[in-house]
């Protein structure tokens, strides 16, 4: 049985969040504000495809793709870049690679004790978010 992403998240820790903001650079306001929130998730997933809403009380943020098909992805109310994302699976887990003018930018979304785990990276920073299932 296929590992099933679908669901409504919510965030339990969010750690170096600060660090991968300045790698986009996120102004210093915009981080202050951003660093307080705790986003939910909202996943659906139909097969291979996805749809990502990331949803917070100061902005949102969604992204639609099919597992190995590459799409052209503005980071609208992040930091407003364009990207060539693919997003592959290795194993059970989800890997993007965020292709454009930040280097080594991606991230990777797993599932371990019915916790959703989320790495973002970009340079050489690393931020790790963890959800939760909403109850
Ligand atoms: C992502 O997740 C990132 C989704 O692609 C957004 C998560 C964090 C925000 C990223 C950078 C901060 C940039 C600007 C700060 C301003 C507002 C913060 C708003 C936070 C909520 C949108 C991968 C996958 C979905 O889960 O694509």
Request: glycine share 8%; charged share 25%; net charge negative.
């Amino acid at each position: 049985m296929p590992v099933d992403y679908s669901g409504t998240w919510n965030m339990l820790s969010n750690d170096n969040f600060e660090g991968y903001m300045v790698a986009i650079n996120i102004d210093f306001a915009t981080r202050k504000i951003a660093g307080l929130l705790k986003t939910q998730k909202v996943i659906r997933q139909d097969g291979d495809s996805f749809t990502m809403k990331t949803l917070s009380t100061f902005r949102n943020y969604s992204s639609s793709f099919k597992i190995g098909v590459e799409f052209d992805e503005v980071t609208q109310g992040l930091d407003n870049r364009k990207c060539k994302s693919v997003v592959n699976w290795v194993g059970d887990k989800m890997v993007c690679v965020q292709k454009g003018e930040k280097g080594n930018r991606g991230w990777t979304h797993w599932i371990e004790d019915d916790q959703l785990y989320l790495d973002l990276y970009c340079e050489d920073q690393v931020c790790q978010q963890i959800y939760e299932r909403k109850p």
